[in-house]
Nanobody
C-alpha cells in the first residue's frame, strides 16, 4: 500500500508561484508513473501533468507555466506552478497510477485576481 502526502499550497496573487510537494511512503518500490491532478470548485478532477518513466505530459492550459519533477531519493514528486492565473485555483492531488492507484489528501491552491 502506498501513502501520499501533499504540501505547498497557499494563496497567491495572479502571476505568482507555488511549489507543491508529494511524498510517498509504504510499498513504493517500482513506482514509475505519477501525476498531479486538480479539482476546481464545482468541476470534475482533471489531470494537470504526469510523469511516466521519463515521459512528461502537461495539459495545454499549463504548458510552459508548470513543471513536474521527481526526486527518487526522497520518494517525492513536485509541481512548480508559475505565472498563476485565477483559473488555476483548486485542490491539487498527487496520484500514483495502477497497480498502486493511490491518492493524496490534496492541497489547496488559490489564485486571487
Amino acid at each position: 500500500q502506498v501513502q501520499l502526502v501533499e504540501s505547498g499550497g497557499g494563496l497567491v496573487q495572479t502571476g505568482g508561484a507555488l511549489r507543491l510537494s508529494c511524498v510517498a511512503s509504504g510499498n513504493i518500490d517500482g513506482i514509475d508513473a505519477m501525476a498531479w491532478y486538480r479539482q476546481a470548485p464545482g468541476k470534475q478532477r482533471e489531470l494537470v501533468a504526469n510523469m511516466i518513466g521519463n515521459n512528461i505530459k502537461y495539459i495545454d492550459s499549463v504548458e510552459g507555466r508548470f513543471v513536474i519533477s521527481r526526486d527518487n531519493a526522497k520518494n517525492a514528486l513536485y509541481l512548480q506552478l508559475n505565472d498563476l492565473k485565477p483559473e488555476d485555483t483548486g485542490v491539487y492531488y498527487c496520484h500514483t497510477y495502477p497497480p498502486y492507484n493511490a491518492w493524496g489528501q490534496g492541497t489547496q491552491g488559490t489564485v486571487s485576481s
